[in-house]
């Protein structure tokens, strides 16, 4: 078996608080001595209540935040000893998505202008040809490169939002919350995109949500946070069907099904 | 049969921007009788919060509401300032889904409750309406509340907030409470809690409850009537039984298909389960032609034909399996097929 495309080993962050007059920062520790690969061609899901650590963990995948202690191995290659050239390499191989489109896509430029400025970051050029079939990869016509972000639609957005990731071609894309700001009807379009990226594409997916239903049907393998540890972690029909842990049972019994009463 | 404690007819609410005036929601019409919720669902541009707005009479500017809104036998459209505010809290209240914005920063939580008291009654003392406060937060849930009234929103966790701001809309006992998505910006277990609480004062109050949501989940934890809108009108009315169990309106089935159930079928083969999508994005009455507006994006207009894209459809009665019961549906098509087809 190849080794993991994301590897991180008793991983923790600190985050500094502002300490008050005389007081000792003691600082807020997000993520606490967390272990956790992710496999190739695998979708692991990462659940957790807001304030449990997800978000931190994520982001210490692709370096935009840095572990207080611990390692990243991303691709095989340790994070924390990249220069600033071997960090621009890795974020072509780990792409993201976030949660609300209209915030991570510049509202000054056309879709053409965002899609170019990930090739030209790189050392890049491209051609319409190219562009447009990464827009119909994502299953937006050709006339959205010449649209500003407030001439599309939330779920339009997040589209334009993956083709940016996919850009570059990346062995693994974080996916932050990519649908919590999408209406529900809305929602299943861009969760079967992210589905059929991961089949035909071999592409990884570190898939962030609140949502125990979305990760239930779109990840091979879930982990559990809470309180900056992960307290469960096996693949997902398992755990949604006998869940172990206290703080996994809670989430599963308070998630509401869209289904009559008993 | 009893007087609804709300009633809303005809109801069409237009925004007017530049000289252009555009109806945002058209010919509403809804009955709610007291100690029954109502929860009515649509996604962004389907008028639900500016409906539940139009009944408090909170309308941003530039907007204006047609038709009758009966509220605890008050006519809200004709009624003047001074009648509003004597109606606003004591027959009807309302609920957010930011409960910091719904608090001050530089008031403690047993002031705002206490001036909901006092605004509505000026005669109960500033100590008899603290001490409501207490009783309230105590109703509420909130853990050592003759403590917790001196605290300010900013130390108190959002849901322990949504509680407060629960508080407040309920000290008055009103006949209705408006709750517009109060869960969405909580996590699971508290939003949970939240919605049970929701659902025990309502009982217990005898009070008729408007929930507005975007998620078929907390609607099937607390409603008993669903309204189901799209793009400003009326797709479907119905007991939440009939809602789920024989949707009518090709909408409603296709937003119940879309939405991921935990409890999903296990055995799937190895292929991984998927969610029936709707094509395309969820459009205002504004961008709607004079046909139904759902028509584009609905995998059954094909069946029907030319009338779907010129002729919106009314809502009619269609079979129901509660005694007595109404359900209603704005499709043309009599009877819907399998949901298979219904969403391609």
Do not use: W
């Amino acid at each position: 078996m190849s080794e993991p495309i994301l590897e991180m080993t008793d991983v923790s962050k600190r985050y500094r608080t502002a300490g008050g007059f005389g007081r000792r920062r003691k600082g807020f520790l997000a993520v606490d001595g967390v272990s956790l690969h992710v496999e190739r061609g695998e979708a692991l899901g990462l659940v957790g209540e807001s304030g449990s650590g997800k978000s931190t963990l994520a982001r210490m995948a692709n370096g935009l935040v840095v572990p207080t202690s611990g390692t990243v191995r991303t691709d095989g290659q340790d994070v924390a000893c990249l220069s600033r050239r071997g960090l621009r390499r890795l974020r072509r191989n780990v792409a993201m998505v976030f949660q609300d489109p209209l915030a991570s896509l510049n509202p000054l430029q056309t879709v053409r202008q965002t899609l170019e400025n990930v090739f030209r970051a790189h050392g890049e050029t491209t051609s319409t040809a190219e562009l447009v079939a990464l827009l119909e990869s994502v299953g937006l016509g050709a006339d959205y490169l010449g649209r500003y972000p407030h001439e599309a639609s939330g779920g339009q957005l997040q589209r334009v939002a993956v083709a940016r990731a996919l850009a570059l071609k990346p062995d693994l894309i974080i996916a932050d919350e990519p649908t919590s700001a999408l209406d529900v009807s809305v929602r299943a379009q861009i969760l079967n995109l992210l589905a059929d990226l991961q089949r035909d594409q071999g592409i990884s997916f570190l898939h962030v949500s609140h949502d125990l239903a979305v990760i239930r049907l779109y990840s091979d393998r879930v982990a559990v946070m809470q309180r900056g540890r992960i307290v469960e972690t096996g693949p997902s029909d398992e755990i949604f069907r006998s869940p172990q842990h206290p703080c996994t049972r809670a989430l599963v019994e308070a998630t509401p099904e869209a289904e009559l009463p008993a | 049969m009893p007087d609804p404690v709300l009633q809303v007819e005809d109801l069409c609410v237009s925004f007017t921007s530049g000289g252009v005036t555009a109806d945002v929601v058209r010919d509403l019409s809804v009955r709610l009788d007291g100690g029954r919720t109502l929860a009515v669902v649509g996604e962004s541009g389907s008028g639900k919060t500016i409906t539940g707005r139009a009944i408090m009479r909170l309308l941003p500017r530039g907007a204006s509401a047609r038709g009758r809104i009966v509220v605890a036998g008050r006519e809200m459209l004709s009624a003047d300032e001074r009648e509003l505010r004597r109606a606003r809290g004591s027959d009807v209240a309302m609920v957010f889904q930011d409960s910091m914005s719904a608090l001050s920063p530089y008031l403690d939580i047993g002031a705002h409750i206490a001036q909901a008291v006092r605004l509505h009654d000026p005669s109960v003392t500033r100590r008899a309406a603290r001490a409501r406060a207490v009783e309230m937060l105590d109703r509420v849930g909130i853990p050592e509340p003759a403590d917790a009234v001196r605290r300010f929103p900013h130390e108190f966790s959002g849901g322990m907030r949504q509680r407060a701001v629960i508080a407040m809309a309920l000290v008055n006992r009103p006949a209705l409470l408006i709750a517009d998505e109060p869960t969405t910006a909580l996590d699971v277990t508290v939003q949970a809690q939240i919605l049970a609480l929701l659902r025990e004062l309502q009982q217990e109050y005898g009070m008729a409850m408007l929930l507005i949501s975007h998620d078929f989940g907390v609607v099937g934890r607390v409603a008993d009537d669903v309204l189901v809108l799209y793009a400003g009108r009326q797709a479907e009315y119905g007991s939440l039984r009939d809602i789920f169990e024989q949707p009518a309106h090709p909408y409603t089935a296709g937003l119940r298909a879309a939405t991921p159930r935990l409890d999903a079928r296990l055995d799937t083969g190895g292929e991984r389960t998927r969610l029936r999508a709707i094509p395309g994005a969820p459009t205002s009455l504004r961008d709607a032609g004079p046909g139904c507006a759902f028509a584009p994006r609905c995998g059954l207009a094909d069946q029907v034909g030319e009338r779907c894209v010129v002729e919106a459809p009314l809502p009619t009665v269609r079979p129901t399996s509660e005694v007595g019961g109404l359900h209603l549906a704005a499709c043309h098509l009599d009877r819907l097929p399998a949901l298979q087809e219904v969403t391609r």
